[in-house]
Nanobody, 122 residues
Framework: QVQLVESGGRLVQAGGSLSVSCAAS????????MGWFRQAPGKEREFVAC????????RYADSVKGRFAISRDNAKNTVYLQMNSLKPEDTAVYYC???????????????WGQGTQVTVSS
């Protein structure tokens, strides 16, 4: 079992940057693959980015590739999502997720956080 708590979401202007964090507690953080998803109003939740256990491998959705960066600090039990060149269409609730498999972390994670709101104004 792992508990995930996101933070850092806020209102930001288009073109700006924002970093959101996810703090994990419970079982050993480094034993999980970690990911970020987002859900915009009226839309389904979608995959954004994921990172492997060591932090040495990452994957991104095409819509954020080159603008967003996922990272993790296993000593602090925290995963981060750095978002640059933000667009209004990035507005969504951003969810942290944990999974025991590399495929599952981008499709069907085992655990979810409660989400943090990111709003990008034009």
């Amino acid at each position: 079992q792992v508990q995930l708590v996101e933070s850092g979401g806020r209102l930001v202007q288009a073109g700006g940057s924002l970093s959101v964090s996810c703090a994990a507690s419970g079982r050993t953080f480094s034993s999980y693959y970690m990911g970020w998803f987002r859900q915009a109003p009226g839309k389904e939740r979608e995959f954004v980015a994921c990172i492997n256990k060591s932090g040495g491998s990452t994957r991104y959705a095409d819509s954020v590739k080159g603008r967003f960066a996922i990272s993790r600090d296993n000593a602090k039990n925290t995963v981060y999502l750095q978002m640059n060149s933000l667009k209004p269409e990035d507005t969504a609730v951003y969810y942290c997720a944990a999974a025991t498999g590399w495929v599952a972390v981008s499709t069907t994670p085992n655990y979810w956080g409660q989400g943090t709101q990111v709003t990008v104004s034009s």
